[in-house]
Structure formats: C-alpha cells, structure tokens
C-alpha cells in the first residue's frame, strides 16, 4: 500500500488548478482521493446587464399584450351584465329537481325575471336578472357551491 507524501498531494492541487480538468480521482491500493476544481461564476457585468435589459423588455411587451387582451375583452364584454350572487349557499337552476330550469341559454329575460335560487341555511332565496337582455351564458352547475360575489350568468344587454 503506498501513500502520497504531502508535498505529492500539493503539486497535484497544483496541477489541477492550473489546469483544464474540472476533479482528479486516484485509487490506488485502497488509497483514495479526489481533487475537484471550485467552478467560478464569471461576473459580466455588460452580460448581466445586457440580460437584465432583455428581460425587462420582454416583461414590458408582455404586460402591454396583456393590456390590449384585456381591453379587447373589455369591450367585447361591455355589452355584458354578470349576475353575481348575493349570498354563499347551494346554486339551483330550477324551483324543484322535477321542474325545467328558470332561464336557457338563449332565452330573453327582464329585470324582475327569476333566473335561479340560492339555498342559504334553509331558505330559498330567488335571483331575479336585474336587467333587460339575453342569457348568454350559464356559468355554474346546478347543485354547485357558490360564494358571494361569484357570476353565475352573462346576460346581453337589450339595447
């Protein structure tokens, strides 16, 4: 079994330093041992800055897409009223399971038409559309959870 002398040991860190390789392994007789080179990170402070430029750019295109996105749906939607409930409790489309749902997609409602009832602690509370239009859309499941502020229909407005 033969050992490195300490000088041995320190003219390998040596060469290892100075040179391309990244980690030296020897096994010798049951004698191990590993040199591994630290891996330096470069600080390019044009590169860094170059990147960080980059990125805020990139950022500013996104949220200038995002804002013209938004103001398109905007204005698609402007023409659109939410119904939203008033009340946490259980979503019904109908008055009782056996009978037809209140509103369709589709169907014309006034302010005063009942569109769903909210269950709340045992009481049936009904939702009327709050404006003249079209039911455009349903947005929640009969039997669903709903929360206060939640949509539960898109209505067109009438002109």
Do not use: W
Not at 69 to 83: G, P, T
């Amino acid at each position: 079994m033969s050992f490195f002398k300490i000088e041995e040991i320190k003219e390998l860190i040596k060469l290892v330093e100075t040179s391309s390789i990244d980690e030296l392994k020897i096994d010798n007789d049951g004698f191990k041992l590993t040199i591994k080179k630290e891996k330096k990170v470069k600080n390019n402070s044009y590169n860094n800055s170059v990147e960080t430029k980059n990125l805020v750019e990139s950022t500013t295109k996104l949220r200038k897409h995002e804002e013209i996105a938004r103001k398109d749906k905007e204005d698609k939607n402007e023409n659109l009223h939410k119904i939203v409930s008033p009340m946490v409790g259980t979503f019904y489309r109908a008055p009782s399971p056996n009978e037809k749902p209140y509103v369709l997609v589709g169907d014309t409602v006034t302010k005063n038409t009942v569109v769903c009832i909210i269950e709340a602690m045992k009481l049936m509370n009904e939702i009327e559309a709050e404006v003249t239009g079209e039911v455009v859309e349903v947005l929640v499941e009969n039997g669903d959870l709903v929360e206060y502020g939640q949509p539960l229909f898109l209505i067109k407005k009438a002109k």
